[in-house]
């Protein structure tokens, strides 16, 4: 069973609109949680991380926010562009395993 | 800096043949891994390396070997490719293991016939 779910395969926004990606767990373990965005053809690039002890990290046009007693975060992206087109993957670091567990990703796309 | 490289970026093989998937970086990091894509599944770790000389498993390590003899290369071998093998696989190093962000190469799209 997936540790890590993102339920939205994909998302179309409209330029200009806020993109809502969202992310749930089910590992208690995990205790770091980091996005990355993926064009295609290259490899994935790391985009914002929150830590286990704050519900909310914001930089520049990206929020995350994480919600540990429903194992849930999202990232919200305002406004959105063309160019924030891409796969998102949340990943959160197992403290246990020392290692890294990625969601199936979700794909975005921002409509001119 | 080059980052993270990655070498062939596409290669088919024929199913039994064996082949390396090249990783080097430039950034002096000490943790390295390989991971593979496949649809729906994101990207699980084969293999990982701690530091030069220290090798361990990751969730998907079946079919692979992995050695790390200097800082900068990370190879991955195949020893027996099989049609499940095909996939897209990405190296990503950090500065140290333990939850530090990683830097992924470019990626090799592998197809095994």
């Known amino acids: 069973d997936q540790q890590v779910k993102q339920n939205s395969p994909s998302l179309s926004v409209q330029e200009g609109r806020i993109s809502i990606l969202n992310c749930d767990y089910t590992?208690?373990?995990?205790?770091?949680f980091l996005w990355y965005k993926k064009y295609p053809a290259e490899g994935p690039t790391f985009l914002i991380s929150?830590?286990?002890?704050?519900d909310k990290n914001e930089d520049g046009r990206f929020t995350v926010f994480l919600n540990k007693s429903a194992k849930h975060l999202s990232l919200h992206i305002v406004p959105s562009q063309p160019g924030d087109s891409a796969v998102y993957f949340c990943?959160?670091?197992?403290?246990?395993?020392?290692?890294?567990?990625f969601g199936p990703g979700t794909r975005l796309s921002v409509l001119p | 800096n080059a980052g993270v490289t990655q070498t062939p970026k596409f290669q088919v093989l024929k199913t039994g043949q064996s082949m390396t998937l090249q990783c080097a970086q430039d950034?002096?990091?000490?943790?390295m891994s390989w991971y593979r894509q496949d649809p729906g599944m994101g990207l699980r770790l084969i293999h990982y390396?701690?530091?030069?000389?220290?090798?361990d498993q990751g969730e998907v390590p079946n079919g692979y070997n992995v050695s790390r003899s200097t800082t900068e290369d990370f190879p991955l071998r195949l020893l027996s490719a099989a049609p499940s093998q095909t996939s897209v696989y990405f190296c990503?190093?950090?500065?140290?293991?333990?939850?530090?962000?990683?830097?992924f190469g470019p990626g090799t799209r592998l197809l095994v016939l």
């Open positions: 990503a190093s950090s500065y140290k293991a333990g939850g530090e962000t990683q830097y």
């Open positions: 590992n208690s373990m995990f205790d770091y």
């Open positions: 929150i830590s286990s002890i704050k």
């Open positions: 990943a959160p670091y197992d403290v246990y395993g020392q290692n890294f567990v």
């Open positions: 950034m002096n990091h000490e943790y």
């Open positions: 390396s701690v530091g030069a000389g220290i090798t």
